[in-house]
Nanobody, 117 residues
């Protein structure tokens, strides 16, 4: 059973930066596709960024050029560097791991990101 723990959320002013971290336990990150999702109040959860086992990355159009997803296999951790944050980035951010081999997916508990002056 993969366990994911996120950290790094908080309150930041517009234009500021935050880095989210997601550490996976009981798993090998190199065998999992990892992604970050977010859910704002009253809205559906959406995928923000993804890094595949192949290291290929993909981004939501509204964050491309501002957010960067990366991973450190040795630390079993995936990161989301968020720059030039905007108020509409405010949401709970969730880390997800999924296995192409088993079809299973796992979610973290979420971390709040609030962008406000």
């Amino acid at each position: 059973q993969v366990q994911l723990v996120e950290s790094g959320g908080g309150l930041v002013q517009p234009g500021g930066s935050l880095r989210l971290s997601c550490t996976a336990s009981k798993s090998n990150l190199s065998l999992l596709n990892m992604s970050w999702h977010r859910q704002a109040p009253g809205r559906q959860r959406e995928e923000v960024a993804r890094i595949a086992v192949t290291s290929r990355t993909n981004y939501l159009d509204s964050v491309r050029g501002r957010f960067t997803i990366s991973r450190d296999i040795r630390k079993n951790t995936v990161y989301l560097q968020m720059n030039n944050l905007r108020p509409d980035d405010t949401a709970v951010y969730y880390c997800k791991a999924d296995s192409s081999r088993s079809g299973k997916e796992y979610w973290g508990q979420g971390t709040q990101v609030t962008v406000s002056a």
